[in-house]
């Protein structure tokens, strides 16, 4: 038996998310069924994040154990015959049998993009969130760095059933301006359901003016919920997974 250890990237504004869902289709749906038509097996795979509905990844990585003496290079090649152009396989090496995808990953990098117009912009909205030309950027940049460092982030998640750690670090947090567009970057050993997008969601509150610095202050120590947080949980289109490194 050996594992290995794939790279994707993938389009997911026709998926429901990575993990297999009851309703929609998941990127994890269609990479078992590549896997099972170029190896003849049943196998479970395990991927490095949950990632939402509509959310995309140029770099993303999974997991899985195959009875096989198919060379490592080879498997993207074979796995990319069966799945779809909107996904496809880049790279992928040999691992011990006792990695995981998601446990083993150091950090996660991820990005979420917005642009500043008064009007629609067809070739940046499908990938953007749009910004007012009057937003206070550099307000959000000092938010920026509040944001980083080890918080409880239960304000900046959205209720579920789950009963992990809300507390997670943040190595960097930035808002890079690019022309119209400005690109928040943040890089972290983990994130919470929907915590980047309830983040980004923060960010325009603070731009907007509606936010104060000091109360997102107070929204980092982890005495505060979901409810008392006003920020807007954002589209997910914008959203993507940039880098995980091991």
Do not use: W
């Amino acid at each position: 038996m050996r594992k290995f250890l794939v790279e994707i990237q993938y389009n997911g504004k026709n998926y429901a998310g990575f993990q297999n869902v009851s309703t929609g289709t998941s990127i994890e749906s269609k990479l078992l069924y590549a896997i099972e038509k170029v190896f003849e097996q049943k196998v479970k795979i395990n991927g490095c994040s949950r990632t939402d509905a509509g959310v995309s990844a140029e770099s993303y990585f999974f997991d899985f154990s195959v009875d096989t003496k198919l060379p490592t290079d080879r498997v993207p090649f074979k796995l990319n015959r069966y799945l779809p152009k909107d996904i496809q396989a880049i790279s992928s090496k040999e691992v011990d049998l006792s990695f995981h995808a998601r446990h083993n990953a150091l950090s996660k990098t991820y990005e979420y993009g917005f642009y500043l117009s008064n009007h629609l912009l067809p070739l940046l909205n499908p990938k953007n969130y749009k910004l007012p030309i009057n937003v206070d950027v550099e307000q959000m940049k000092l938010a920026c760095k509040s944001i980083e460092g080890r918080h409880d982030f239960i304000a900046f998640k959205t209720v579920d059933k789950s009963d992990v750690s809300t507390v997670r670090t943040i190595y960097s947090a930035d808002l890079i301006q690019d022309g119209k567009r400005l690109i928040f970057k943040i890089c972290g050993d983990g994130f919470l359901y929907n915590m980047v997008r309830i983040l980004a969601g923060t960010l325009v509150q603070i731009g907007e003016g509606k936010l104060s610095l000091s109360q997102l202050d107070n929204l980092l120590t982890g005495k505060l919920q979901r409810v008392d947080n006003p920020a807007l949980t954002l589209p997910p289109n914008a959203l993507l997974l940039k880098e995980v490194k091991y």
